[in-house]
DNA sequence: ATAGGGTTAG
C-alpha cells in the first residue's frame, strides 16, 4: 500500500502551481452578513441548482461554466459567515451534479484552477463529505500537496468522516491516531463520528478504545457520544450493558443527562428482545424527567409490541401519542398495521388503516395490497368482510393504484367466493391484459360458481375465450362434472373434446345417461 | 464548520 499522503510529518508541499491561483474573488463581502433562512436556501436551490446541472455541454462533454459555476456561490449564501449554510448549499450543488461531471470532478477542478485556498478546499471537502461523495473528497484531499496546501484539523476531520463513509474504518483509525499524535486535537464530533461508524459494526471492542483515546487526551465524551455506544451495545444484543450506561450517565456528572436519543435508544434494545413492558417504563421516565418523547419513541413502541405478539396494544400508544400532542406518522401506521396483519388481527387493522386515512396519510400501494390480500383471505370464512375487500379492491382501483398479479389472484377468488362472477371474470381477463399470468386456479373457481348458480351457458363461452388464457385441467374437470351431473352428455362428450383439442386430459369422462363413462371409442 | 432515533413486505 503507497504511503497515505495524510502522513503528518511534515510532507514537502512543492509550491502553488502558477495554474492554480486563489480565488479570493469568490467571496467577496460587499453587503452585511444576512442569514439565508432554510427555506430560502431551497429556493434558491430549486430555481438556480437546477440551471447549473444542466448547463450546456462543449464537444468534450463538460459544463461550459466549468467547476466555477459550482464553487462560486451566490452572493446571498456568500455574505453570510455561517459555514454550515455555505457548505450546505455546495453539498446539493455537488448532489444535483450529472454522474458524468462527477466521475471527472478533480479533472474539472484541476483544468479551472479551483484548488484554492486551505479553506476552501476544506469546505469543499466538507461539502463532498455531506453530499455522499467520499470518493472525490479523497482524490481532492491527495491533490492538496501538489498544489501547495498543507492540511490542517478540519482538513483531517473530513478525511476521516470520509474513510468512516466508505467503512475503511482502519484508515480513520489510523488518522485520528495520527492526529492526536501531532496535536491537532480531533474534536468531539470527529470522535464520535468513528465511535459511532465502529458501534454500527458491531465492533464495540474498537468503539470503547476510541473512547479510551478520548479519555487519554481528555476530550469529554458528549451525550451524543453515549448514545452511539448504547444503540452499538443493542446492536449486538448487550442490552443490560446499555440499560447499565443509561443508569450510570443518570448518576454521572451533571454535565451530561441523557436525552430523548438516550432513552429511544435503551427502550428500542428492550423491545427488540421481547421486553416492552420495560420499555414502556422507561418511556414514563423519560416523561418524568421532563423529556418529550417523539414519534421516533413511539414507533419504538409498535414495534416491540407488534414483535412481542400484542399489536392490539398499539391501539394504546396511538391514544398516548394524541393525548401528548406527538402526531403519529407513516411508520407509526405502517408498523402498527402490519403487525396486526401479522397475528391474524384483521379486522383491527382495517380500523387501523381507516384511521390512518383519516389522519390524510397517503397509504402505500404495497400497504394497500397487503391489506387487500388480507381482507380478501379472512373474507372466505368471515363472509361480513367480503364487503370491505371489494371496496378496497374498489379504492385501489378508483386511485389508479396497481393492484399485483397475487392480489388480484385473491380478489377474483374473493368475488367468486361471493358469487359476484361477472366481475370475477372480468377481472380475471383485466388482470391478463396486465400481463400477470393466474397462478391460482382462480379460473376453475369461476367455472365452479357458475356452475353452481346454473349459468352453463356462460361457462362454455368463459372456457372458449381465449383472453382468459387456457384453462385448467381442473376448470375441464368442474365443467365435465357438471354437465354429467345434469344430464346433459352431450355437452359433457363437447367440452372433453375442446379439452383434448387443447392437449389437456380431464380425469372427469363424460357418461351416457345410466352413469356409465364413455369408452374411448364412444367420445 | 464536521457526530446521534424508528417500520413493514404473499
Known amino acids: 500500500m503507497p504511503p497515505h499522503p495524510s502522513s ?16 479570493s474573488q469568490r467571496r467577496p463581502c460587499s453587503f452585511r452578513s444576512a442569514i439565508v433562512s432554510p427555506q430560502h436556501l431551497r429556493k434558491i436551490q430549486r430555481s438556480k441548482l437546477v440551471a447549473t446541472s444542466s448547463q450546456s455541454r462543449d464537444s468534450r462533454g463538460y459544463s461550459v461554466d466549468g467547476t466555477s459555476a459550482i464553487l462560486t456561490l451566490p452572493s446571498e449564501v456568500q455574505e453570510q459567515s455561517n459555514c454550515t449554510v455555505r457548505v450546505r448549499y455546495l453539498a446539493e450543488r455537488i448532489r444535483v451534479l450529472p454522474a458524468r461531471d462527477r466521475v471527472e470532478f478533480v479533472g474539472l477542478l484541476r483544468r479551472d484552477g479551483q484548488m484554492g485556498s486551505l479553506s476552501g478546499v476544506n469546505d469543499l471537502l466538507t461539502a463532498l463529505a455531506v453530499a455522499r461523495e467520499p470518493d472525490i473528497a479523497l482524490q481532492v484531499f491527495d491533490e492538496m500537496p501538489s498544489h501547495g496546501l498543507v492540511p490542517d484539523a478540519w482538513t483531517f476531520s473530513s478525511v476521516i468522516v470520509c474513510h468512516c463513509l466508505k467503512n475503511s474504518l482502519d484508515d480513520a483509525t489510523r488518522i485520528l491516531e495520527s492526529m492526536v499524535k501531532n496535536e491537532l486535537h480531533p474534536s468531539v464530533a470527529t470522535f464520535t463520528t468513528l465511535v459511532n461508524s465502529f458501534c454500527r459494526k458491531g465492533e464495540m471492542q474498537k468503539a470503547f478504545e476510541v473512547l479510551g483515546v478520548m479519555n487519554k487526551v481528555g476530550c469529554e465524551p458528549t451525550i451524543q457520544t453515549y448514545n452511539c455506544l448504547i444503540k452499538g451495545l443493542c446492536y449486538v444484543g448487550r442490552v443490560e450493558e446499555a440499560y447499565e450506561m443509561l443508569e450510570n450517565i443518570k448518576k454521572g456528572s451533571i454535565s451530561i443527562k441523557p436525552d430523548i436519543y438516550t432513552y429511544t435508544a435503551v427502550m428500542d434494545g428492550f423491545c427488540k428482545v421481547g421486553r416492552s413492558p420495560e420499555a414502556m417504563e422507561l418511556l414514563d421516565e423519560a416523561l418524568e424527567a421532563g423529556l418529550a418523547p417523539n414519534v421516533v419513541t ?9 414483535k412481542e405478539g400484542n399489536p392490539m396494544k398499539g391501539f394504546g400508544v396511538l391514544k398516548l401519542m394524541k393525548e401528548r400532542d406527538c402526531a403519529p406518522d407513516h411508520i407509526s401506521y405502517s408498523t402498527l398495521i402490519h403487525g396486526l396483519l401479522k397475528w391474524g388481527k384483521i379486522r383491527a387493522a382495517l380500523r387501523a388503516y381507516k384511521e390512518m386515512v383519516g389522519d390524510g396519510f397517503e397509504v402505500e400501494e404495497r400497504m394497500l395490497n397487503t391489506l387487500l390480500r388480507a381482507l380478501c383471505k379472512i373474507s372466505w370464512k368471515e363472509r361480513d368482510l367480503l364487503e370491505d375487500a371489494y371496496q378496497m379492491f374498489e379504492k385501489m382501483r378508483s386511485r389508479g393504484c396497481v393492484v399485483d398479479g397475487s392480489s388480484y389472484g385473491f380478489i377474483i377468488q374473493t368475488l367468486s367466493v361471493g358469487n359476484r362472477n361477472e366481475e370475477a371474470l372480468l377481472n380475471r381477463e383485466h388482470m391478463m391484459t396486465m400481463g400477470h399470468s393466474p397462478k391460482m386456479i382462480s379460473l376453475a373457481r369461476v367455472v365452479r360458481a357458475l356452475c353452481r348458480e346454473g349459468k352453463l351457458d356462460k361457462v362454455l363461452s368463459v372456457l372458449m375465450d381465449e383472453r382468459l388464457g387456457q384453462p385448467s385441467k381442473e376448470a375441464y374437470n368442474v365443467v365435465i362434472n357438471e354437465f354429467n351431473q345434469q344430464g346433459r352428455w352431450l355437452c359433457a362428450r363437447n367440452v372433453y373434446g375442446m379439452a383434448l383439442k387443447q392437449g389437456v386430459v380431464p380425469e372427469k369422462k363424460p357418461e351416457d345417461a345410466r352413469g356409465n363413462v364413455l369408452a374411448n371409442s364412444q367420445l
Open 8 to 23: 503528518l510529518s511534515s510532507p514537502a508541499y512543492p509550491p502553488p502551481s502558477p495554474l492554480l491561483h486563489l480565488p
Open 298 to 306: 413511539y414507533n419504538t413502541m409498535f414495534n416491540g409490541y407488534c
